[in-house]
């Protein structure tokens, strides 16, 4: 079973920046789409970004769309999410997940999943 280990969250005052990281042992990425899920207490898990394994193309929910970007390094196993201007609606629980396909926007068209970093965001 593919590995993926999210790290990188804490807490950070609204309009600041964070950056998540998503590790994944060994070549458990390969040729694997990857994309960024949220979820917040009470709330479904939603669709953030989602990265080709080549990185030629992403995608971003319009919540996040210019603010937040996606990048991967398929050659360190990682994958990255740099987290601009937050605000309050950006807490949440953040996961890192992974299929072999095209990157969807919905929880069930990923295989893998990682246990979450918790994003706070003060205002």
């Known amino acids: 079973q593919v590995q993926l280990v999210e790290s990188g969250g804490g807490l950070v005052q609204a309009g600041g920046s964070l950056r998540v990281s998503c590790q994944a042992s060994g070549r458990a990425l390969y040729k694997a789409a990857m994309a960024w899920f949220r979820q917040a207490p009470g709330k479904e898990r939603e669709f953030v970004a989602g990265?080709?394994?080549?990185?030629?193309?992403?995608n971003y929910a319009d919540s996040v769309q210019g603010r937040f970007t996606i990048s991967r390094d398929n050659a360190k196993d990682t994958m990255w999410l740099q987290m601009n201007s937050l605000n309050s609606e950006d807490t949440a629980v953040y996961y890192c997940?992974?299929?072999?396909?095209?990157?969807?926007?919905?929880?069930?068209?990923?295989?893998?999943w990682g246990q979450g970093t918790q994003v706070t965001v003060s205002s």
């Open positions: 997940t992974a299929r072999y396909g095209s990157p969807g926007s919905t929880p069930s068209q990923y295989t893998y």
């Open positions: 990265v080709t394994w080549y990185g030629g193309h992403t």
